[in-house]
């Protein structure tokens, strides 16, 4: 990694003029209140938004439509792969754990749209069950309740929240690079990468042992966190850098 490319990390900044580009940022299909209505509804955490828009990008919110679909991809610029739900254990062989909750709606769409980014080598940044998605999509396995490997719930979050844990990044790392060499994560998760999938590299881990942090060694940008940058105004910088990596995508594409 040149000294420019590691700049262009640390900053995200958007280099050029021209049209801000586009990201895609998968939501649930959730019961939702708002002023006479309660209703089926697209949603996500507004902070995902919230720091696509800072960091100079367009979000767009893709609801699990069934199967996502090549011509949705070609009108993104890059991906964040957002945190929820378990993956389900099916798709790497395993029988489900008694705490697994999935949603099965968001893993076929979610599955195929990052196999289509993959295709199109479209930036992708993915967070906690993002990473999930990613790691076994590669060909990865799960720990389905870490508690029963760690012997604790730290990285387990609070009903509605989030727990501070400390991560180290591995030096010469994109997550070094962007985050620095030590990260006050906030985490809220109990699965976490058990097999690492061969095309992946762990770039992060926790003090327990536990990867917080993947990305692939080659290629377009794609980085996974375990942790939670989007509620973090300093983390944000990850997002920054995938919007700096979208922005680029945006450009040769368009040339």
Request: net charge negative.
């Amino acid at each position: 990694m040149d000294s420019n490319d590691s700049e262009g990390l640390r900053t995200g900044v958007v280099k050029n003029g021209g049209p801000r580009p586009v990201i895609g940022l998968p939501t649930y299909l959730e019961p939702a209140k708002f002023g006479s209505w309660h209703v089926d509804s697209a949603v996500l955490p507004a902070s995902y938004v919230q720091m696509v828009v800072a960091a100079g990008g367009i979000p767009v919110l893709l609801p699990p439509a069934g199967v996502a679909r090549p011509e949705l991809v070609a009108r993104l610029d890059g991906l964040v792969l957002t945190g929820g739900a378990d993956v389900a254990p099916a798709r790497y062989g395993a029988p489900e754990h008694a705490l697994t909750y999935t949603r099965p709606d968001r893993d076929e769409s979610e599955f195929e749209l990052f196999a289509l980014a993959r295709a199109a080598r479209l930036p992708v940044l993915a967070v906690c069950r993002g990473l999930q998605v990613v790691n076994v999509a590669l060909g990865g396995t799960l720990v389905q309740h870490l508690p029963d490997v760690v012997g604790h719930a730290e990285h387990s979050g609070t009903v509605g929240g989030f727990t501070v844990t400390e991560v180290v990044t591995v030096a010469g790392s994109k997550v070094a690079a962007i985050a620095g060499p030590q990260v006050k994560a906030n985490c809220h998760h109990h699965q976490a990468i058990d097999v690492l999938a061969a095309e992946l590299v762990a770039t992060a881990h926790a003090t327990d042992g536990t990867i917080e942090a993947a990305e692939t060694a080659d290629g377009p940008f794609l980085v996974g966190v375990q942790w939670h940058p989007e509620v973090d105004a300093v983390d944000r910088r990850l997002i920054g850098a995938l919007v700096a990596a979208a922005e680029d995508y945006r450009r040769e594409r368009m040339s």
